[in-house]
């Protein structure tokens, strides 16, 4: 897959997945498993990869920018 985010988003998904994540060793009950959402941007910023930017056209990876001339 083409990367598609970039360097500040991947940064910030990155920090809200962790912090998600580590709601699961805060909350108690049922709540805690919705901390596991917190994967979701976690991979995206690590992998570079965010499969609803690709459905929507979206790119915030400068590579993409200057390929396409904007």
Sequence with gaps: MKTNVGTIDKVLRIVVG???LSLFF???????WWSLVGLVPLLTGVFG???LYSLLGLSTCPMDRKAAGR
């Excluded at 805060?26 to 709540?31: H, K, M, N, T, Y």
């Design 18 to 20: 962790l912090v998600l």
């Design 26 to 32: 805060v909350l108690e009950g049922q709540a805690r």
């Design 49 to 51: 990869v965010c499969p």
